[in-house]
């Protein structure tokens, strides 16, 4: 089994800052890649950004050069630091875990963004 718990959301302003965590925890060796989907009112969710377990990062074209994904692996967390955010941003925030082919997901942290 593996947990993931993610932090960090909240309310900020256009053009704000926010920080998510995801704690990962449990059997979570044989991860392949971490990343984080969002998904808007009446969306699908859709990938933002991955990290490989190599440190390859992808990012979707929307939040290139604002958003970055990172990760200490002596805290067993993967960040996503997101910068100039823009209302079109607000979403659950999902952090999702690749192992051995099987998709894990978080419940999910809230990010509102007002203009």
């Known amino acids: 089994q593996v947990q993931l718990v993610e932090s960090g959301g909240g309310l900020v302003q256009s053009g704000g800052s926010l920080r998510l965590s995801c704690v990962t925890s449990?059997?979570?060796?044989?991860?392949?890649?971490m990343a984080w989907y969002r998904q808007a009112p009446g969306k699908e969710r859709e990938l933002v950004a991955r990290i490989s377990i190599a440190g390859n990062t992808y990012y979707t074209g929307s939040v290139q050069g604002r958003f970055t994904i990172f990760r200490d692996n002596a805290k067993n967390t993967v960040y996503l630091q997101m910068s100039s955010l823009k209302p079109e941003d607000t979403a659950v925030y999902y952090c999702?875990?690749?192992?051995?082919?099987?998709?894990?997901w978080g419940k999910g942290t809230l990010v509102t963004v007002s203009s």
């Open positions: 999702n875990a690749l192992r051995y082919g099987v998709d894990l």
């Open positions: 449990g059997s979570i060796f044989s991860i392949s890649a």
